[in-house]
């Protein structure tokens, strides 16, 4: 620096004196290199953040082929062993809180996953099951009942279908998943096990209408087996009315009532009847994880169920007659709720149809059905299918960025190490700084930053 450096010490104190570029003086000097090398690492960090948050959110482009490339990789995470990773059950409710509430605040426990994260996403609503037939001793069946997917109606099939059979058919409430395998493990014989759903979404808004559907009449003292409410109502219940002339009011209680579910709410899994809206996936954990077994098969869809029903069974459980051989079904098992009364499943099917954050947090919610019932007729919603691609990277975890294809530009980046480069760049930067008021210390205190004149 030195032969940058002109003093004149002979200069009166009184002088008039000026700091020139010309004269090159170490405090210009010192600020145009911090100045340049602040401007690159500001380049570089918004370079960086560029590219992770592309990396992170999956808004590169977002065409159709790049959703199909994340999808798959998504859908293994959640359930690649053939049932739901609970594990990821907790970030889902995350994910989905972080989409509907405006402040994005995080809802966080330290006492593990809630009662609503784990009867929503584990567990069973029972089953039925037929077998100690003399004339076919290598058949045994089970139902696994899935609430809203027409568990009543396959239910009075079965009735009537086993009605003139010499075998054992039990259908009663008390029956678990547990106690019909124990059965089918006493006959010594493998059970042919199925149950049929539906949308996932379109379940949870059944789930939520047919709630809605048995309160209201609770409250209002009309008289019907299930409508009774028991304990508490959430809040949203009398916190945003019902309303009978206004769709827009049934629309709004939707609302507040799914954000009272993201919310945890202890109603929401202390009632019984919520258990309606529960997962459709939650049964695969129940079967595979805590009984070892599996679905020999599925009904994908309810429609024309009087038809599909006897045809899947009979192609699908050996010793079960031909479905010309099925009685012909009765008009049973159909709740009033499917009438919508109230008009609280339209309010709830078209929230969902506007999409929206609402929206999105639903298909959160269901990411582990979509993930596991591969054969539904209508595939993933498109809306669902955006969503997934935004949060790919968290739902990945740290595998995020080894599994996602990026773009170019953010292939230049390391997979793993964004985030060591954004410390590694600051840290230059650190140095750098720390290194010129060194030297400016240094220069001062040996007098050689002293008045400048004129030249």
């Known amino acids: 620096w030195q032969p940058f450096i002109r003093a004149k010490s002979s200069m009166a104190p009184d002088a008039k004196t000026r700091r020139s570029w010309g004269d090159r003086s170490p405090v210009a000097v010192t600020r145009i290199v911090v100045c340049a090398l602040t401007g690159v690492v500001l380049l570089t960090l918004f370079f960086l953040f560029t590219t992770t948050t ?139 096990i199925y149950t049929a759903i539906r949308d996932p979404v379109s379940h949870f808004l059944a789930g939520y209408n047919e709630v809605e559907y048995r309160f209201l009449n609770a409250v209002r003292g009309q008289t019907c087996p299930s409508c009774v409410m028991t304990g508490e109502p959430p809040p949203y219940f009398f916190g945003v009315p019902y309303s009978n002339s206004s769709e827009s009011q049934r629309r709004r209680r939707f609302t507040a009532f799914v954000k009272d ?96 954050e609402v929206a999105n947090a639903l298909c959160l919610l269901h990411a582990f059905d979509y993930a596991c019932w591969t054969k539904l007729p209508e595939g993933v919603p498109k809306t669902c299918t955006r969503v997934y691609q935004r949060h790919a990277y968290r739902i990945l975890g740290r595998r995020a960025e080894a599994q996602l294809q990026l773009p170019t530009a953010a292939a230049a980046v390391p997979s793993d190490g964004n985030g060591n480069a954004v410390v590694f760049a600051l840290g230059v930067a650190s140095v750098l700084a720390v290194a010129s008021l060194a030297w400016w210390a240094r220069a001062r205190r040996r007098g050689r930053r002293g008045r400048l004149s004129y030249s």
């Not at 995350?94 to 784990?118: D, H, I, M, Q, W």
Request: aromatic share 12%; with cysteine.
């Open 54 to 192: 592309t990396a992170r959110t999956g808004t590169h482009g977002g065409g159709r082929g790049q959703d199909g490339d994340t999808w798959p990789r998504v859908r293994t995470e959640l359930c690649g062993q053939g049932y739901p990773n609970a594990a990821l059950g907790e970030l889902l409710f995350e994910l989905a809180r972080e989409e509907v509430f405006p402040n994005r605040t995080r809802f966080t426990t330290t006492r593990g996953p809630s009662n609503l994260v784990k009867t929503f996403f584990t567990g069973d609503w029972g089953a039925s099951w037929y077998g100690h037939d003399p004339e076919r001793p290598s058949l045994a069946t089970i139902y696994v009942r899935v609430f809203k997917a027409a568990n009543d109606a396959i239910r009075a099939m079965e009735r009537e279908l086993w009605r003139d059979y010499n075998g054992t058919h039990v259908m009663e409430e008390a029956v678990t998943v547990r106690s019909a395998l124990e059965e089918a493990k006493k006959m010594k014989v493998e059970p042919c």
């Open 261 to 356: 579910f993201l919310r945890e709410d202890t109603a929401f899994s202390s009632q019984p009847a919520w258990a309606h809206l529960f997962s459709m996936s939650r049964i695969l954990v129940t079967l595979s994880r805590d009984f070892n077994a599996r679905l020999t098969a599925y009904i994908p869809t309810l429609e024309n169920l009087e038809t599909t029903w006897p045809a899947f069974l009979s192609s699908t459980c050996p010793g079960v007659p031909l479905p010309e051989d099925f009685p012909k079904p009765r008009d049973e098992g159909h709740h009033e709720s499917s009438r919508d009364p109230f008009g609280t499943y339209q309010a709830a099917k078209d929230v969902w149809l506007q999409g929206g």
